[in-house]
Each structure stands twice: as structure tokens, then as C-alpha cells.
């Protein structure tokens, strides 16, 4: 059985560089030559100096150590891979205007060049059954690609209809929660109303009598939940969909990182993926609702989540407006941000809103 070669980026040699586990590149072949330190002629020291680079010109060197055409032919005992492409589209001069939109890619000159993701075939199996390295898929997924419709994540048909959605969704979804949870607060709120008036139906004449204290302490919440949802908007795109460098390198976790926001960063301009589909958000805010209702009496934790989820459906359908839309001015300039943080360098500018906790914790990205 043949064995299989993985597709590695040149940062996978820079982090084998010592005794215990020492790769070299040569004609862009990666072999991992840990077993042999101890055998080389030469003695380890050389080796170890040039671990995690290419080696072409020291074993083609004369006065460095002279090699016979066996030492060549034994360094394909110790193959492991080969290094990938390691263009980077990304430019620190790049810059955007307010009607930016890319050219399609070459589909077939794509994966010829990269042999990263086919984009005529469904996108997650070919992840799963990844036969490149994390850092690999990393370099890889943050030069984005365009294409003029939704490549397709799973095979079937009736899994596919879950991962897009159009802009509109979100509002037509989350403001009637919203507004329920809103409701449900105020009359929470107003100790002075009979029980009945707090169930799920609430009839509108009954707000007449809430007390105006109920309405201003729903509207302290409303924004602390404001203020919560800006948080977890940068707390999330950082430390969660850009785990990026602590994710480990198996097929299964590189699924799953896909799914949540590789696949925005490798097309980009995907107009059915960037919002979030309501199954997804669903999941995502779970954990985030139950805790705030255990840590809040339930008229303050209402109140809360009714803020958050109305920044939220702020949120997603700027960050669709962001992509796809000529804006006024101060939205322009957080287009021209937001677009930088994909094209530019996205190890900055998290905040999609706002670049607020960007400069609270110091990773904006300047224009």
C-alpha cells in the first residue's frame, strides 16, 4: 500500500526544529529526519542547524559536507509530505473601495495550484478527510476565493438547505423573540398586576396600567443586554471562530472550525452565508440564555436577552450590509474595516459593529 503524502505548510517545518522531532524540506518534499540524527555522518549538530528549512544548498555544498547520490536516495526513506503552495493573497496595501467586487476564481487553476478544496465537490467531506495540515488549511482558507453562487458544504441536498439563509431571516426570526422576551419583562416587572397578565398571552390594553418604573427598569436591562451582545460579538469572532492557531490538527476539529467560520473567510462574499442560519444560532446562544437566567432574577434576564438578541439582529445584518452594500459614511468606514480584517490580515479587527473593543484590547487593525 502506498503511503499516503500530506500537503504541509512551510510554518510545519518551523515547528520541528529540535531532537526530539526535526523535519527538512528539499525540492519541496518534507521528511521528518529524527531517526536519522543520531546516524548521519556528519554528526546531528548540522542537521539540528538546519532543522525545520530547506536544505538544497547545504547537501549541495561542497565545503559544508559532501553527499553521495545514496544519502539522496536514503532521504526518501524518511518522507512524510511535501510543502504546499505558499502564495498569500493577503496585502498589507490592500485596500477596498465602497462598490468592491471580486472577480470570480478559476476553479479548475485553483485546485490544480493549491490541491487544497475542489469547490465543484461538497466542501466538509473533503475537510474531514483532510489530507493537508492545519496550518496548511489555515494559510489555505484565509485566501479567499469567489465564486457567483454557494459551493455546496454536504452532499445531500436536504443537510445543504441548513447551512444558508438569506439576510432577511434573521430579523423575521429574532425580533419576535425579541419583542415576546421584551413584553414578558415589563409585565414581570410590575409587581402590581394579577399573575394572569405574566402568562405567555399578553393582551396589549393591560400595558396601560404597568407603572412607568417597570418600563425604565426593562430599559436598563435592554441595554445592558446592548453591551452584553457587543462583547460576545468580539469575545466570539476572536477567541472562538479564530481558535485558528489551538485547534488541534485533525480532520474532525477542522470540520467543525469549516462550519463555524472557515468557510466565511474562504469565500467571503457568499451572500447565503453570511448571516447566521436561525439553527445555528439557536445553538450558539443556548449556553448564553440558561446562564443568564440562573445568574438574574427572571424579569432581569428577560430583559437582557431581549437587548442582546436585538443587537444581535443588528449585528448580522450589518455584517451582511458590510459585504454586499454601498453604506453612509461611518458605515463605510467599518466596511473598509471589516473587509481588511479578510483581505488584509485577519489576525485583527474582530469587532464587526463597532472597533470599540478593538481598541479596548488592542488588535485594530489600521487603514
Known amino acids: 500500500m502506498s503511503k499516503r503524502i500530506r500537503i504541509y505548510s512551510p510554518g510545519d517545518l518551523k515547528e520541528h526544529v529540535g531532537a526530539s522531532s526535526c523535519w527538512v524540506s528539499y525540492q519541496g518534499k518534507v521528511y521528518d529526519i529524527t531517526g536519522f540524527l543520531a546516524d548521519h555522518p556528519g554528526g546531528e549538530d548540522i542537521l539540528l542547524r538546519y532543522a525545520g528549512q530547506p536544505i538544497e544548498n547545504v547537501m549541495s555544498d561542497k565545503n559544508e559536507h559532501q553527499h553521495s547520490e545514496a544519502a539522496y536516495d536514503m532521504l526518501e526513506e524518511f518522507l512524510i509530505g511535501r510543502v504546499g503552495n505558499e502564495e498569500n493573497t493577503c496585502s498589507q496595501d490592500w485596500v477596498v473601495d465602497e462598490d468592491f467586487h471580486p472577480e470570480d476564481t478559476d476553479l479548475r487553476a485553483d485546485f490544480a495550484k493549491n490541491e487544497f478544496l475542489d469547490l465543484n465537490k ?66 414581570q416587572f410590575s409587581t402590581t398586576l394579577p399573575s394572569v397578565f405574566v402568562n405567555p398571552i399578553l393582551p396589549v390594553q393591560l400595558f396601560s396600567q404597568v407603572p412607568i418604573t417597570s418600563y425604565t427598569k426593562f430599559a436598563i436591562c435592554f441595554l445592558i443586554g446592548n453591551i452584553i451582545w457587543t462583547i460576545l460579538e468580539y469575545g466570539m469572532h476572536r477567541f472562538l471562530f479564530h481558535l485558528d492557531e489551538n485547534l ?14 472557515g468557510v466565511h473567510h474562504y469565500l467571503p462574499m457568499d451572500r447565503m ?5 436561525p439553527v445555528l444560532f439557536t445553538a450558539l446562544q ?17 430583559g437582557i436577552i431581549a437587548g442582546a438578541f436585538a443587537f444581535y439582529v443588528i449585528y448580522d445584518t450589518m ?49
Request: glycine share 2%; proline share 9%.
Open 122 to 187: 461538497p466542501l466538509l467531506p473533503q475537510v474531514w478527510y483532510a489530507n493537508f495540515s492545519k496550518n496548511y488549511y489555515l494559510q489555505q482558507i484565509h485566501q479567499p476565493r469567489h465564486l457567483s453562487y454557494s459551493a455546496r458544504l454536504f452532499g445531500p441536498a436536504y443537510l445543504e438547505v441548513f447551512t444558508k439563509c438569506v439576510w432577511y431571516a434573521v430579523p423575521l426570526v429574532w425580533i419576535p423573540i425579541a419583542t415576546y422576551l421584551a413584553l414578558r419583562s415589563i409585565l
Open 248 to 261: 488541534p490538527d485533525k480532520g474532525a476539529f477542522l470540520t467543525l472550525h469549516f462550519l463555524l467560520h
Open 273 to 277: 452565508r453570511l448571516v447566521m442560519p
Open 286 to 302: 443556548f449556553p448564553f440564555t440558561q446562564l443568564a437566567y440562573k445568574l438574574f432574577p427572571i424579569p432581569v434576564a428577560n
Open 319 to 367: 455584517h451582511y450590509a458590510l459585504h454586499h452594500t454601498n453604506l453612509p459614511a461611518y458605515l463605510t468606514e467599518q466596511k473598509r474595516y471589516h473587509l481588511a480584517h479578510h483581505y488584509k490580515n485577519y489576525e485583527l479587527a474582530f469587532g464587526v459593529t463597532s472597533k470599540f473593543w478593538d481598541h479596548v484590547f488592542g488588535t485594530v487593525l489600521p487603514l
